[in-house]
């Protein structure tokens, strides 16, 4: 069977970001990496065609050159191909759906693995849109996935407890970190990954027409500094959580 | 002992050793470090201590043959008016270094092309700028932008303040129209990046328990430890292994029970200083390298630098506050930075203002030095009418690369482990000694102009326990007869060999060199990711 993992980078989440003057995001010196959740869903998309002993995975990215350092951490990991939809403006969860799905028509994978949400503004869309476009089931939040013939087995995560699920194969399932521990790219394989191709395509030879659904008006950072008042009394403590803090009544 | 292969081994988790591995974690290739000292936590720095001065003659001195701890490894300094210092600890020496931040100036990395003495670097300033700029982020440095002395680079924290020597010594320096700047530091001006800013304790070099100071066990290894790098503490390495096919095939070490352990390795990265790597590379025998691995040039060990320092005091009529504030930088004159063929040396000096040592280290023989005070009446006029008045100044010359400055293995010394200890031969250079002559008479006229009542030290004496730079000895180069690795760190003979401390400068500069030794290691791990797919061509 063949499973395509979308890839998506994010700035590695234990660094701290700045904001430049101009409103936009400053990365000099930032590292991306994979976004975490697509990790767990590369890794799982390899485990289940090395436990079937067949099958393909390929990795495939929506937007800028730059993504080409992930996608070949990606072959170096396992992946059998990947493709890279160079686009140079801001791709949003939607564009990349309606990228995606075209992919899918192309490539036919019997799974589409892919996280369940973006570390960096943790929204689980692109999934969802992803499926609704092509018109398949879903199951998202997967803590585990046993592929069964032409079916797939899927524990979901919800608030009740964990809920198995089955569905037919065409499916796409969002992955959670539950699933797995991912593995290592090795130094072989990333030698190996080197002299591998990226597949490119632009959104022309994918006969589709962007229409972001969002803008970034313009990125703030949350003040973090704590401000240290001393006080000398209970009575002045209390003055200044409910006029100065404003959080008593 | 044999354990699961990895892909990346790197020796030791100090400032080099934390830099690469932050650059190469980005890969995701499994990486491993080993680290002969153990993780040092902030709540036991001697500052937590009221009797914390006394920590720097025992278990915190800088001198490794001093602190004897089962992690240290003893190193013979008979043949040298310098001994080498460091930390053996996760973050190495910027545990108990001082933090003073200034980077190499363009000219260091061709001094052959200026100036006809040792050898141009196979890199140049702005090969290294970037990386200079990354690491600065990650550490936190403060400074002010526009120091005429550079290219224009800006700090990303503001300058720590001056504090009143600082100010004083600037007035000095304005008088006569020589160039200064206020000190770039690896300390906070600002809280920074989930580190608070510095609080003016003052003993940078007993550890910084704030956690201002950019040691790397708090800037890198917190972000390597989230990224999958294994780190493995009290382990020693005691000999890189050659495999059949000429390659570095992994190292042997033991851990903290003395168990020996083989570890194999896709690529082997040294980052143990410039004392540590050459011995380790002089330990690691083979058939086909008798004499160390890496070392068919034999200059494994050979041209080793420190940076010369000497000091001139000056006695002053106001208090000036020298504890307040970090230890090492408040400002810094590079007014001789330069050569100046009008003068009997070439290259030249930094004028360097740290700020006061403590009082008990000053009545034991001051910071670096032995010039003990004498006890009674004389000891109290000392305290009371010399130390609140003094400021001075070090000086801090380029040590020029001569083959007979050397790391050798010593004939009987070893450590606990029994590994061969170093040995250091070291003479001054001729240029050093006509540049401390030239640099002190120009340090006592900036004291005298800041208003210096009398010079109180006239200097003439080079420090003995302030070997903190250790460079040159696997020096880069693209003659592989004339240096051990190549102009990104491989090791010409060994090609999954990689050295990134200060072991592969060419020449030393007149500053101190944890930034440029950052950057380096940045440097080579981005030339390493670059041609993964034909690392070993």
Same mark, same amino acid.
């Given at each position: 069977?063949?499973?395509?993992?979308?890839?998506?980078?994010?700035?590695?989440?234990?660094?701290?970001? =700045?904001?430049?003057?101009?409103?936009? &995001?400053?990365?000099?010196?930032?590292?991306?990496?994979?976004?975490?959740?697509?990790?767990?869903?590369?890794?799982?998309?390899?485990?289940?065609?090395?436990?079937?002993?067949?099958?393909?995975?390929?990795?495939?990215?929506?937007?800028?050159?730059?993504?080409?350092? =992930?996608?070949?951490?990606?072959?170096?990991?396992?992946?059998?191909?990947? &493709?890279?939809?160079?686009?140079?403006? =801001?791709?949003?969860?939607?564009?990349?759906?309606?990228?995606?799905?075209?992919?899918? /028509?192309?490539?036919?994978?019997?799974?589409?693995?892919?996280?369940?949400?973006?570390?960096?503004?943790?929204?689980?869309?692109?999934?969802?849109?992803?499926?609704?476009?092509?018109?398949?089931?879903?199951?998202?939040?997967?803590?585990?996935?046993?592929?069964?013939?032409?079916?797939? =087995?899927?524990?979901?995560?919800?608030?009740?407890?964990?809920?198995?699920?089955?569905?037919?194969?065409?499916?796409?399932?969002?992955?959670?970190?539950?699933?797995? /521990?991912?593995?290592?790219?090795?130094?072989?394989?990333?030698?190996?990954?080197?002299?591998?191709?990226?597949?490119?395509?632009?959104?022309?030879?994918?006969?589709?027409? &962007?229409?972001?659904?969002?803008?970034?008006?313009?990125?703030?950072?949350?003040?973090?500094?704590?401000?240290?008042?001393?006080?000398?009394?209970?009575?002045?403590?209390?003055?200044?959580?409910?006029?100065?803090?404003?959080?008593?009544? | 002992?044999? *354990?699961?292969?990895?892909?990346?081994?790197?020796?030791?988790?100090?400032?080099?050793?934390? !830099?690469?591995?932050?650059?190469?974690?980005?890969?995701?290739?499994?990486?491993?470090?080993?680290?002969?000292? %153990?993780?040092?936590?902030?709540?036991?720095?001697?500052?937590?201590?009221?009797?914390?001065?006394?920590?720097?003659?025992?278990?915190?001195?800088?001198?490794? *043959?001093?602190?004897?701890?089962?992690?240290?490894?003893?190193?013979?300094?008979?043949?040298?008016?310098?001994?080498?210092?460091?930390?053996?600890?996760?973050?190495?020496?910027?545990?108990?270094?001082?933090?003073?931040? %200034?980077?190499? #100036?363009?000219?260091?990395?061709?001094?052959?092309?200026?100036?006809?003495?040792?050898?141009?670097?196979?890199?140049?300033?702005?090969?290294?700028? %970037?990386?200079?700029?990354?690491?600065?982020?990650?550490?936190?440095?403060?400074?002010?932008?526009?120091?005429?002395?550079?290219?224009?680079?800006?700090?990303?924290?503001?300058?720590?303040?001056?504090?009143?020597?600082?100010?004083?010594?600037?007035?000095?320096?304005?008088?006569?129209?020589?160039? +200064? +700047?206020?000190?770039?530091?690896?300390?906070?001006?600002?809280? #920074?990046?989930?580190?608070?800013?510095?609080?003016?304790?003052?003993?940078?070099?007993?550890?910084?328990?704030?956690?201002?100071? !950019?040691?790397?066990?708090?800037?890198?290894?917190?972000?390597?430890? $989230?990224?999958?790098?294994?780190?493995?503490?009290?382990? $020693?390495? $005691?000999?890189?292994?050659?495999?059949?096919?000429?390659?570095?095939?992994?190292?042997?070490?033991?851990?903290?029970?003395?168990?020996? #352990?083989?570890?194999?390795?896709?690529?082997?990265?040294? !980052?143990?200083?410039?004392?540590?790597? %050459?011995?380790?590379?002089?330990?690691?025998?083979?058939?086909?390298?008798?004499?160390?691995?890496?070392?068919?040039?034999?200059?494994?060990?050979?041209?080793?630098?420190? #940076?010369?320092?000497?000091?001139?005091?000056?006695?002053?009529?106001?208090?000036?506050?020298?504890?307040?504030?970090?230890?090492?930088?408040?400002?810094?004159?590079?007014?001789?930075?330069?050569?100046?063929?009008?003068?009997?040396?070439?290259?030249?000096?930094?004028?360097?203002?740290?700020?006061?040592?403590?009082? @008990?280290?000053?009545?034991?023989?001051?910071?670096?030095?032995?010039?003990?005070?004498?006890?009674?009446?004389?000891?109290?006029?000392? @305290?009371?009418?010399?130390?609140?008045?003094?400021?001075?100044?070090?000086?801090?010359?380029?040590?020029?690369?001569?083959?007979?400055?050397?790391?050798?293995?010593?004939?009987?010394?070893?450590?606990?482990?029994?590994?061969?200890?170093?040995?250091?031969?070291?003479?001054?250079?001729?240029?050093?000694?006509? @540049?401390?002559?030239?640099?002190?008479?120009? !340090?006592?006229?900036?004291?005298?102009?800041?208003?210096?009542?009398?010079?109180?030290?006239?200097?003439?004496?080079?420090?003995?326990?302030?070997?903190?730079?250790?460079?040159?000895?696997?020096? @880069?180069? *693209?003659?592989?007869?004339?240096?051990?690795? *190549?102009?990104?760190?491989?090791?010409?003979?060994?090609?999954?060999?990689?050295?990134?401390?200060?072991?592969?400068?060419?020449?030393?500069?007149?500053?101190?060199?944890?930034?440029?030794?950052?950057?380096?290691?940045?440097?080579?791990?981005?030339?390493?990711?670059?041609?993964?797919?034909?690392?070993?061509?």
């Amino acid at each position: 069977m063949k499973i395509l993992v979308p890839i998506r980078r994010v700035l590695d989440t234990d660094q701290k970001i =700045q904001i430049s003057s101009d409103g936009s &995001l400053d990365d000099t010196g930032l590292q991306y990496v994979i976004n975490p959740f697509d990790m767990v869903a590369l890794e799982e998309a390899l485990r289940i065609r090395e436990n079937s002993g067949k099958g393909e995975v390929v990795c495939a990215a929506v937007g800028t050159d730059d993504l080409e350092i =992930q996608l070949r951490t990606t072959l170096a990991m396992g992946a059998d191909r990947a &493709l890279l939809a160079g686009i140079d403006s =801001q791709v949003d969860h939607w564009s990349a759906a309606v990228i995606l799905q075209k992919i899918v /028509e192309a490539e036919h994978p019997g799974l589409v693995l892919v996280g369940e949400r973006m570390a960096v503004d943790d929204a689980d869309m692109t999934g969802s849109f992803l499926a609704a476009l092509l018109d398949w089931p879903q199951a998202t939040f997967a803590s585990q996935i046993t592929v069964l013939g032409d079916d797939v =087995q899927v524990d979901r995560e919800i608030d009740q407890g964990i809920e198995t699920i089955i569905l037919p194969i065409p499916t796409v399932v969002t992955c959670g970190l539950r699933l797995n /521990e991912p593995r290592y790219a090795s130094f072989r394989g990333q030698m190996k990954a080197r002299s591998m191709p990226i597949e490119r395509m632009s959104p022309n030879d994918l006969r589709t027409d &962007l229409q972001p659904r969002w803008e970034t008006l313009n990125l703030k950072l949350e003040r973090s500094n704590r401000d240290c008042v001393f006080v000398e009394s209970v009575d002045e403590l209390v003055r200044s959580l409910r006029f100065d803090a404003k959080v008593l009544e | 002992m044999s *354990n699961q292969p990895v892909d990346v081994l790197i020796v030791g988790a100090g400032a080099s050793g934390a !830099a690469i591995a932050w650059s190469l974690c980005e890969t995701r290739m499994n990486i491993l470090c080993l680290e002969q000292g %153990p993780w040092v936590k902030s709540e036991t720095f001697p500052s937590q201590h009221a009797d914390y001065e006394l920590y720097r003659y025992s278990s915190f001195s800088c001198d490794p *043959n001093v602190r004897g701890l089962p992690e240290d490894y003893p190193i013979n300094a008979d043949d040298s008016p310098i001994t080498p210092v460091n930390f053996n600890a996760v973050g190495g020496a910027t545990i108990n270094y001082l933090g003073h931040w %200034p980077r190499f #100036h363009p000219s260091d990395f061709r001094v052959k092309t200026l100036d006809g003495v040792a050898d141009d670097w196979p890199i140049d300033y702005q090969t290294l700028e %970037p990386f200079y700029n990354i690491n600065d982020r990650i550490m936190g440095v403060s400074g002010l932008a526009g120091n005429p002395a550079y290219p224009p680079y800006e700090p990303p924290l503001p300058p720590l303040p001056m504090g009143k020597l600082g100010h004083t010594l600037a007035r000095g320096f304005n008088e006569l129209g020589w160039h +200064w +700047w206020p000190s770039d530091a690896a300390i906070l001006s600002r809280d #920074h990046e989930g580190r608070e800013k510095c609080v003016n304790a003052g003993v940078c070099d007993l550890g910084c328990t704030t956690g201002a100071k !950019a040691s790397v066990d708090i800037t890198y290894w917190p972000l390597l430890e $989230r990224r999958g790098v294994k780190l493995k503490t009290r382990c $020693r390495v $005691r000999e890189v292994t050659l495999g059949s096919d000429g390659l570095a095939d992994g190292v042997l070490y033991y851990d903290e029970e003395g168990r020996l #352990h083989e570890q194999k390795a896709e690529i082997v990265i040294l !980052a143990c200083n410039g004392v540590g790597t %050459p011995r380790l590379m002089l330990n690691s025998q083979s058939g086909r390298f008798p004499n160390g691995i890496a070392n068919s040039s034999g200059i494994v060990g050979k041209n080793l630098m420190f #940076h010369p320092l000497s000091g001139v005091v000056g006695l002053f009529d106001e208090p000036m506050e020298g504890f307040k504030g970090p230890m090492a930088c408040s400002i810094l004159s590079q007014e001789f930075y330069e050569t100046d063929p009008s003068r009997d040396f070439v290259r030249g000096y930094g004028l360097h203002s740290g700020r006061y040592t403590t009082p @008990m280290t000053y009545t034991l023989g001051g910071y670096g030095t032995d010039r003990l005070i004498p006890w009674g009446e004389e000891h109290r006029r000392k @305290m009371d009418e010399l130390y609140p008045f003094l400021a001075g100044l070090t000086v801090v010359t380029e040590d020029l690369p001569r083959e007979e400055n050397q790391v050798t293995l010593d004939p009987e010394l070893t450590d606990s482990n029994g590994i061969p200890a170093p040995k250091i031969t070291y003479t001054l250079d001729e240029n050093t000694k006509r @540049m401390f002559a030239h640099a002190e008479a120009r !340090a006592r006229e900036a004291l005298l102009a800041a208003g210096a009542r009398e010079i109180v030290f006239p200097g003439g004496e080079v420090w003995r326990r302030a070997g903190w730079h250790l460079m040159g000895t696997a020096r @880069m180069g *693209n003659d592989p007869e004339r240096s051990v690795v *190549n102009a990104w760190g491989r090791c010409h003979d060994v090609k999954n060999l990689f050295i990134v401390d200060g072991s592969i400068f060419v020449t030393s500069a007149a500053v101190n060199p944890c930034s440029t030794i950052q950057a380096l290691a940045l440097y080579i791990g981005d030339s390493i990711k670059k041609n993964l797919a034909n690392l070993f061509d």
